[in-house]
């Protein structure tokens, strides 16, 4: 019923810009915080970004400045521009739709940073 689908993932080199698009559909009546998350071989998962109904947004300190967080309501979608690509961003990347005591995951979307 509820779907969440990323896109935008790709390989890019050192210092490469991509953007991140994902989108809810299905059943998706109110969206409390939309958020993206990662996940590196070996490591665990981790915020990168989160933005909550008020507005407020949440950056994980390793991509202020260089990431960017946004949402169209009406369309049930967040993005996420990434800038000033490292290497160390390579991971895969989760979206996460937030409604009324539930959590909805994408499958993920490969984005890999090549040195």
């Known amino acids: 019923h509820v779907q969440v689908v990323e896109s935008g993932g790709g390989l890019v080199q050192a210092g490469g810009s991509l953007r991140l698009s994902c989108a809810a559909s299905?059943?998706?009546?109110?969206?409390?915080?939309m958020a993206w998350y990662r996940q590196a071989p070996g490591k665990q998962r981790e915020l990168v970004a989160r933005?909550?109904?008020?507005?407020?947004?949440n950056y994980a300190d390793s991509v202020k400045g260089r990431f960017t967080i946004s949402k169209d309501y009406a369309k049930n979608t967040v993005y996420l521009q990434m800038n000033s690509l490292k290497p160390e961003d390579t991971a895969v990347y989760y979206c996460?739709?937030?409604?009324?005591?539930?959590?909805?995951w994408g499958q993920g979307t490969q984005v890999t940073v090549s040195s």
């Open positions: 933005i909550i109904s008020g507005g407020g947004i």
């Open positions: 996460n739709i937030a409604v009324l005591s539930h959590d909805y």
């Open positions: 299905g059943s998706i009546f109110s969206i409390n915080a």
